[in-house]
């Protein structure tokens, strides 16, 4: 090791080339190295959807999703599968265990097979689409907006989708709260008999006479000849001079005469509202390969370069650039991270050469280690400072002062990196969501170590030959000269009167200091076990979004949830006057809350979503969203008739749902009544709020049976569904290429008729023979209501129940430990065939800790296996070893003084945490050895070993503590994700501090007398 420091101190040329180059590499990886929001990763799960038009949730659920789930149970690597029935549209999800995105791909390949096997799906079903879902976040949204007519807004917008997909760095772009263009053939009963037309003759007439259709090649002598019959209609006026009907004397009656034919939107409720105005959006996602700073700054140019083109009445607005996510966090290392520029550049050249991206993730990384890096950057400094006050020359200073503790200092390294290899093993989703945060952490960690032993002595060489120039030139820098003498008389004094007493009082009573320890360390336990300091995975931290959801039963009108949406808009408004316009902008979407938080969403006319976007948290220091979102709850007021409206603050992460337990079975009813029960004791709960289940009773609905006598008319079961269809959903005559848009040309029922039950009376059944019968004539029809949605898990039928909660007042894990213990075992007998599962948070923390436990017990396995290579002994690694828990209490207190709960990022810090107190107490021990061997007594070895390790302990301490006071100042929304862990490792570290200096002497002591103890009984036995 010493020849490594021998060639630095002697080659400072070689050296500073090596940094250079390490510099300028990182810097190009930099302006080379995708950005993104989170990693892009597989979720392991395979989504199969099919569109069947026009049917009912138990039509689906008979006809795609048990088909579907029967087809694919026996493939191998499925472990769960879900669906999900709903009017119009089933989904079938494969939940896969496998360990390689090769064998997801095989799966994936496997169920398109077994899919494509169907054939006993329903004919007016579409193919199924299967693909593999993957975690891909949205870049940056445009609205597009104002009080014009809905075709406008959508040709503005796709006018800018395509500007954008154009422009270098964009591949992907689609558009939101808008509707699908169709044209709509529609034809009155009145007409249908007046003409004694059908739907199929009408739809027939449109298909043969709408088409392009190749008909061969002309071989001719003078070369050849295509063919084509060209006759493809591609706008609604076009479709008017189709002939439908041609009497002997010559008179057409064409589809126009007899028809309203509309070249409009789909016949679905459901559009956007932008600050109260009717809008249009386009969504930018981003590829693997595609960087989300770039994207975000072409759309933000974009959109200020066109805001003076667009029509009159139509404005452009951005929305939900999580860029400035990213953003945030790289200038948060920034201002921190100067102290491991060279290591960190290194760092990012592996990392990209690894095929990782700089995301919230891997950057959360490089800030989390700036203080183990500063660590070992002090040790050596401190250690070569001291043989160099010893006299010795600059070179001779920094090998021996370097090589003493080089080796000490490799293996704390080592053991740090051992502690951070069980992230890399973190079962389910949460190990895909941080497996870039370890990688991270061990790749800086090596590059470090490599940078503290080929270039530090190198500087340090070179500033201790500065600093023996500058002392023959005292009266040029007196002043620097002085404070530096002040600084260490002080320092020498701490440890002369104070710490030197301190440790003398620890070596007299070693074992009342650890009974001491052992006491303070179990009050802290009982203080989490007690549930004074709780433990939540994701914290609800503060946020710039606020969002509101209403629903009414299924079947309302959609002007009712409009109004609704309306008031809800304006209670945001109206809180600018009181809140010193914190509310920047407020987007609704009408007719469709989409999924979010692994909670399914709702389509229909009946629901409608929210979203307020708050000044960001730096612009209302003093203003949480809590308080906002309080006072908006209490604006909007209370709405009678809503089946359930929720107002939340958007935190994200990939936890879910704070309590969600879903109620498996055959049988809806026992589900219903089950679910019931547990929502009534869910809200028993002191801070359980929006107690909610996912099932919902669906529309009305009228039943047709064909009656007796029906079929002596020639008039089928089949006849009757399929001219119902045709004349309340519609037929697709034909579909269309316009552009980018894919149209359907549906025939059906005019407007009037489709919307009103005399349509239903009036109907008229046609026969084969051209026969017209009354509907009511030939079914019998029953009233009743239909589900909204069937959701399945393995087969079985399934109810949700989830609740949100405050966490100021509850904490979702031991609420979820209460019901499982008591409650649940207890529900599952009063109902059988009732069973229940956890799923949200809590399934995500079992899963995800179990697998951290695991492997954190192997990892220190591993570093008492190091510790005892660097030792040489079986009993010295327990000292330290013995200290990793006792330096949890500061974290613990820490979380109490500043009001949080423990959390994933606390676990990180003190993960991290651990890495320092192994370090600065490995080497110590280290040092009591070396004075040991060098003929020191015990106890003097001891004492003058803390004194000299003292100094580089509490710079260390101070040095982190200073890195990371920045973070536990800021008040930007991304800081309030990482402040947990700044807190475990600040205040770890000041207990971690007193822990190396005199507990773990202490135990080195109680340890050696133990072994003398042992060694006297064998000598006497």
């Known amino acids: ?206 298909r043969t006479a ?68 009717r809008m249009a959006m386009v969504q930018v996602t981003r590829t693997a390969e595609e960087d989300i700073i770039e994207i975000s700054r072409t759309v933000r140019d974009y959109v200020e370069t066109h805001r003076e083109m667009l029509p009159e009445g139509v404005e452009l607005a951005i929305w939900g650039d999580l860029s400035i996510m990213v953003q945030d966090r790289i200038d948060l290392l920034s201002k921190n991270g100067v102290v491991g520029i060279i290591s960190f550049m290194g760092a990012f050249f592996v990392l990209d050469w690894h095929g990782d991206t700089i995301n919230m993730i891997s950057l959360f990384a490089f800030i989390m280690t700036l203080g183990i890096l500063v660590d070992d950057a002090i040790i050596f400094g401190e250690n070569a400072y001291s043989h160099h006050t010893r006299g010795k020359s600059p070179s001779q200073a920094v090998i021996d002062g370097i090589g003493e503790v080089a080796w000490p200092v490799v293996m704390a390294v080592t053991t740090t990196i051992v502690a951070f290899t069980p992230l890399l093993f973190i ?107 709780s433990f939540v995975l994701f914290p609800k931290t503060d946020s710039d979004w606020m969002i509101a959801e209403v629903s009414y039963p299924l079947g309302t009108p959609v002007q009712l949830t409009e109004d609704t949406i309306m008031r809800i808009e304006d209670a945001a408004i109206s809180l600018n006057p009181e809140f010193a316009s914190k509310v920047q902008n ?57 089946d359930s409206l929720t107002f939340a603050i958007l935190h994200g992460g990939p936890a879910g749902n704070p309590i969600e337990v879903q109620l498996i079975g055959k049988d809806f009813d026992l589900l219903k009544q089950a679910a019931g029960e547990l929502k009534r004791e869910i809200a028993t709960y002191p801070g359980t709020h929006d107690i ?29 569904a399929k001219q119902v269809r045709q004349a309340f959903y519609g037929e697709e005559a034909v579909r269309i290429q316009r552009g980018r848009d894919d149209i359907k040309v549906m025939v059906r029922y005019a407007e009037a008729e489709r919307h009103s039950l005399a349509g239903m009376e009036d109907m008229r059944i046609r026969t084969r023979l051209g026969d017209e019968v009354p509907l009511e004539e030939v079914a019998e029809i029953d009233h009743g209501r239909a589900y909204s949605t069937v959701r399945r898990v393995d087969r079985k039928r399934v109810i949700t129940v989830f609740s949100d909660l405050d966490e100021g007042i509850a904490n979702a894990t031991e609420i979820v430990s209460d019901l499982k213990a008591n409650f649940l075992p207890e529900l599952e007998r009063k109902y059988p065939g009732v069973h229940f599962g956890m799923e949200g948070e809590e399934k995500r923390r079992v899963e995800s800790m179990d697998s951290l436990w695991r492997g954190y017990i192997l990892a220190l396995m591993g570093m008492y296996l190091l510790l005892a290579t660097q030792f040489r002994s079986y009993v010295q690694p327990l000292a330290i070893m013995i200290a990793i828990p006792f330096g949890l209490v500061g974290a613990v207190v820490g979380h109490m003084l500043m009001g949080l709960d423990i959390t994933l990022m606390s676990l990180f810090g003190i993960v991290a945490l651990s890495g320092i107190v192994v370090n600065d107490s490995l080497i110590l021990i280290d040092f009591i050895n070396r004075a040991i061997r060098d003929g020191t007594p015990l106890d003097e070895a001891v004492e003058a070993s803390g004194k000299a390790r003292f100094r580089p302990v509490i710079l260390t301490s101070l040095t982190t503590i200073a890195g990371l006071m920045p973070l536990l100042l800021e008040r930007s929304f991304q800081a309030q994700f990482l402040i947990p862990m700044a807190v475990s490792i600040c205040f770890g570290l000041l207990v971690a501090t007193g822990l190396t200096l005199l507990l773990v002497p202490a135990l080195y002591l109680i340890i050696k007398d133990m072994s003398g103890f042992a060694a006297r009984l064998v000598g006497k036995a």
Request: include cysteine; aromatic fraction near 6%; glycine fraction near 10%.
């Open 586 to 642: 407020v987007l609704s979407l009408v007719g469709q809350i989409p999924p979010r938080d692994w909670k399914s969403g709702e389509l229909g006319g009946h629901a409608g979503q929210i979203w307020v976007e708050l000044l960001g948290g730096e612009g209302r220091p003093k203003v949480r969203a809590e308080a906002v979102l309080n006072a908006w709850r209490k604006a909007a007021g209370d709405i009678p008739g809503v």
């Open 692 to 720: 909610m289940d996912d099932f919902k009773p669906g529309k009305e609905e009228k039943k047709l049976r064909a009656r007796p006598g029906a079929k002596s008319l020639g008039i089928t079961l089949g006849d009757i």
């Open 210 to 277: 709408s088409l392009d259709l190749p008909g061969g090649v002309i071989k001719t002598p003078g070369g050849d000849i295509l063919v084509r019959a060209k006759g493809q209609r591609y706008f609604g006026r076009e479709f008017e001079d189709i002939p439908l009907i041609t009497d002997q004397d010559g008179t057409i009656i064409r589809l126009g005469d007899v028809a309203e034919i509309i070249d409009g939107f789909e016949d679905v409720d459901r559009w956007g509202r932008f600050n109260g105005k």
């Open 427 to 533: 079962a389910g989703i949460m190990g895909k969501f941080i497996a870039v945060l370890p990688t991270a952490v061990i790749i800086i960690l090596i590059v470090s170590l490599i940078e503290a032993l080929l270039i530090l002595p190198a500087h340090l060489h070179g500033a201790f030959s500065r600093s023996s120039k500058r002392q023959a030139q005292v009266s040029k820098n007196g002043f620097q000269l002085r404070m530096v003498k002040k600084v260490d008389e002080t320092m020498q004094h701490v440890i002369n009167r104070h710490y030197a007493r301190a440790i003398r009082f620890v070596i007299r009573n070693r074992y009342f200091s650890l009974c001491v320890a052992i006491a303070v360390l179990i009050v802290m336990a009982g203080l989490v076990a007690g549930g004074r300091v």
């Open 1 to 206: 090791m010493k020849s490594i420091i021998r060639w630095s101190t002697n080659n400072h040329v070689a050296v500073n080339l090596l940094m250079i180059f390490i510099v300028v590499t990182g810097v190009l990886t930099l302006r080379s190295m995708r950005r993104e929001v989170f990693p892009q990763f597989s979720l392991d799960f395979i989504y199969i959807s099919v569109v069947y038009p026009g049917a009912s949730p138990e039509e689906i659920e008979e006809g795609i999703c048990i088909k579907i789930e029967e087809q694919i149970k026996g493939i191998e690597g499925i472990t769960k599968i879900w669906s999900s029935a709903s009017e119009s549209f089933g989904s079938v999800t494969a939940e896969l265990d496998v360990d390689s995105d090769s064998k997801v791909q095989q799966i994936l390949d496997e169920i398109k097979t077994e899919v494509d096997r169907i054939d006993t799906f329903p004919g007016d079903s579409e193919k199924p689409v299967i693909i593999e879902i993957v975690l891909r976040d949205p870049v940056i949204s445009v609205a597009i907006y104002g009080d014009v007519p809905e075709r406008k807004l959508r040709e503005v917008a796709e006018n800018i989708r395509d500007d954008l997909t154009d422009a270098q760095g964009i591949s992907q772009a689609n558009l939101l709260g808008v509707r699908d263009y169709e044209i709509s053939v529609e034809i009155s009963e009145e007409d249908l008999r007046r003409y004694r037309l059908t739907f199929d003759g009408v739809a027939d007439a449109v």
